[in-house]
């Protein structure tokens, strides 16, 4: 039985220990950033095949108490390294802390790189080159205020990146944090989604991947197939139960929309690139004045949010307006907004039924919940 980590986006720890138990894992620990669990390595292999709330599933190498920089040296060169990968991959080492007494991360840093190619040296007369852009096998150090742990990185490139050729965009919403959003709405296949704001279509392409059982990983590589104990043998299997899974690609109850031509057809590329293009309709529209697309389901977007002082008067005199749209249309429905800006429920003019805090990366957000009922919220809050 091994030891894991499974990073993922704060506030979707505990969805992410269900996706895991539900894969066989036995959870140890959930704390704010990940989850700890043990398993086989085909618990290992199946997480990253198919989660989609992970960031990063994490090995744990190495953990023990410290109190010096040599404490933390001595714990990583007591791992067998060599018998991990051979001396040819090149490697990276990433910190993180959390009350660390110590002076120095980038210089624990540097220790713990020395003490792999000092035990490399010690076994096979060689030391294994640096690579802090692309490197074959990453090495994850955490410290507490009196404990350190070492990791080595299965996942390779983060989860998030499923791995299909998306149209080049920079995406506000990683993918992991937008199939969280949608598990925390509650959203199953078959019922209505719309995201009226669809930009490059995050939502729409996690929604219809869930809807065609499609593993999330199934077109990427991983960082363990670099790994000397790799079982390609077990990963083929893995791999040809999650094809036989996958179901064809038909229509879908899935709408996407935006104001922007630009975006829709960004978003419209990015379906076709992952072979989702005939399972969700979209089109150029504005939410205010467009209709639901039937009559209830679940509405999610990521509106925009201001950061200079113009953008953020325009978006007050638009949240009145969005908050009167749904009353006016979209009874019946369920709609989620993730927003990092703090006057958005205030404007919005409708009273949030639920608020969850989430981090879009070191963005902190609140996940706001309206259940639009006929004939209910007709008041200003």
Not at 31 to 54: H, K
Not at 74 to 91: C, E, M, N, Q, Y
Request: contains cysteine.
């Amino acid at each position: 039985m091994e030891r894991f980590f499974a990073t993922c986006p704060r506030g979707l720890e505990n969805q992410l220990a269900d996706e895991l138990t539900a894969s066989g894992a036995t959870i140890t620990e959930a704390v704010a950033g990940g989850v700890g669990f043990s398993g086989e390595w085909e618990i290992c292999y199946r997480a990253n095949l198919w989660s989609r709330l992970a960031t990063r599933i994490l090995w744990r190498v190495a953990h023990g108490p410290y109190r010096r920089e040599e404490d933390i040296y001595r714990l990583a060169h007591d791992v067998p390294w060599h018998s991990l990968f051979t001396v040819r991959r090149t490697l990276r080492v990433y910190m993180t802390a959390i009350r660390c007494p110590l002076k120095s991360l980038d210089f624990i840093t540097l220790r713990i790189k020395d003490a792999v190619c000092d035990r490399f040296r010690a076994e096979t007369g060689e030391r294994p080159s640096v690579d802090t852009v692309d490197p074959n096998v990453r090495i994850h150090a955490f410290l507490s205020d009196r404990e350190a742990t070492v990791y080595l990185d299965t996942s390779g490139e983060p989860l998030y990146k499923r791995g299909f050729k998306y149209a080049s965009v920079e995406a506000p919403l990683k993918e992991n944090l937008a199939a969280g959003i949608l598990r925390l709405a509650g959203w199953q296949p078959g019922v209505p989604l719309l995201d009226p704001m669809c930009g490059s279509g995050t939502f729409l392409l996690e929604a219809a991947m869930m809807a065609h059982h499609i593993a999330p990983g199934l077109e990427r590589k991983f960082g363990f197939f670099r790994l000397a104990n790799f079982d390609a043998a077990l990963w083929q299997k893995l791999l040809s139960e999650a094809e036989s899974r996958r179901l064809p690609a038909e229509p879908q109850p899935i709408f996407g929309s935006d104001i922007s031509p630009d975006q829709v057809e960004r978003a419209r590329q990015n379906l076709a690139a992952a072979g989702m293009h005939e399972c969700v309709q979209l089109e150029c529209a504005d939410l205010l004045l467009r209709n639901p697309p039937a009559s209830e389901g679940v509405l999610v977007a990521n509106p925009p949010y201001g950061v200079r002082l113009e953008e953020a008067e325009r978006l007050a005199a638009f949240y009145p307006k969005l908050g009167d749209a749904l009353k006016q249309r979209f009874a019946g429905w369920r709609c989620y907004f993730i927003s990092a800006d703090p006057q958005m429920p205030k404007l919005i003019g409708l009273k949030a039924s639920k608020r969850t805090p989430l981090f879009n990366g070191a963005l902190e957000c609140r996940l706001l919940e309206y259940k639009m009922v006929s004939g209910q919220m007709r008041d200003r809050h």
